[in-house]
T-cell receptor, first 112, second 114 residues
Framework: DQQVKQNSPSLSVQEGRISILNCDYTNSMFDYFLWYKKYPAEGPTFLISISSIKDKNEDGRFTVFLNKSAKHLSLHIVPSQPGDSAVYFCAARTAGTYKYIFGTGTRLKVLA | DTAVSQTPKYLVTQMGNDKSIKCEQNLGHDTMYWYKQDSKKFLKIMFSYNNKELIINETVPNRFSPKSPDKAHLNLHINSLELGDSAVYFC?????????????FGSGTRLTVV
């Protein structure tokens, strides 16, 4: 029973264009959502987060949108750069817990 | 001065052996975790310790035993290794009041059981 789902295993985008990575969840008790970026042979690194009381959070080229009614969040990267090529994981936690549940990741390839 | 360090990075061993993976964090974080990424890329939590106390213990075989000698260390011992234990194991840590920002992960230990 996968509570956090990333249905697109891979995505290719041209350099300079927008990358949109999607994530769906099933648990309405999630209160924080995170995006992690992972390069090969490295651990995931924190990218951006959003609280369930917000619908948007922006940090430079990265923006996360949260649609609670649809139980959907997305990560927008504008403009995309070749160095953004990595696997992106979304993660969510239930309020008051330490446990983050991860999606299976989307591999982003930014073409030069 | 790596924040969360795991050793070894690669581990190849035969079925039935017992092995340990070590993890250390120098961030002063309160909580440490072990996650397993299997062949299908699912990243699943196994255990978590907060100030040396076990706080998360997911459904994993009891061949897996975490040990936290102090707040900065969380080791994972695996007895009687099986082929299905082959995976990448990630250690992570977090600061209690900043849990909303998630974890800092180590670079992973790729375990291959042959």
């Amino acid at each position: 029973d996968q509570q956090v789902k990333q249905n697109s295993p891979s995505l290719s985008v041209q350099e300079g264009r927008i990358s949109i990575l999607n994530c769906d969840y099933t648990n309405s008790m999630f209160d924080y959502f995170l995006w992690y970026k992972k390069y090969p042979a490295e651990g995931p690194t924190f990218l951006i987060s959003i609280s369930s009381i917000k619908d948007k959070n922006e940090d430079g080229r990265f923006t996360v949108f949260l649609n609670k009614s649809a139980k959907h969040l997305s990560l927008h990267i504008v403009p995309s750069q070749p160095g953004d090529s990595a696997v992106y994981f979304c993660a969510a936690r239930t309020a008051g817990t330490y446990k983050y549940i991860f999606g299976t990741g989307t591999r982003l390839k930014v073409l030069a | 001065d790596t924040a969360v360090s795991q050793t070894p990075k690669y581990l190849v061993t035969q079925m039935g052996n017992d092995k340990s993976i070590k993890c250390e964090q120098n961030l002063g974080h309160d909580t440490m975790y072990w996650y397993k990424q299997d062949s299908k890329k699912f990243l699943k939590i196994m255990f978590s310790y907060n100030n040396k106390e076990l706080i998360i213990n997911e459904t994993v075989p009891n061949r897996f035993s975490p040990k936290s000698p102090d707040k900065a260390h969380l080791n994972l011992h695996i007895n009687s290794l099986e082929l299905g234990d082959s995976a990448v194991y990630f250690c992570a840590s977090s600061q209690d009041e900043k849990i909303a920002y998630g974890y800092t992960f180590g670079s992973g230990t790729r375990l291959t059981v042959v």
